[in-house]
C-alpha cells in the first residue's frame, strides 16, 4: 500500500495494489473509488485532501507491517524495520 499526496491539486491517492484501475465510483463529493477489471478496489483519490484528513500524522495500528519507508521532502528516515 502506498500514500501519493500531490500538494499541488491537494489530492491524497492511496494505492492498494499495483493493479491497474478499470473503473472509478464516486462514493462522496471528492471521494473516487477505483477497481481493477475484476471489480476489486484498488485505490482511493481524495480530492481537497488536507481539508479532510490531518496530513501531519500517519498511524498504522495493528498492521502486520515488515517494513516502513519514507520518501520526499523532508522525509529524516527513509526505511525502519517494524519490530
Known sequence: M???YYPDTDTMYIDLTEKESADSVEVAPGVILDFD???RLVGIDIDHASTLIDLSRLEADGLPLGRIMLTGPGS???QAQAG
Open 2 to 4: 502506498k500514500f501519493h
Open 37 to 39: 477489471a475484476e471489480g
Open 76 to 78: 529524516k528516515l527513509s
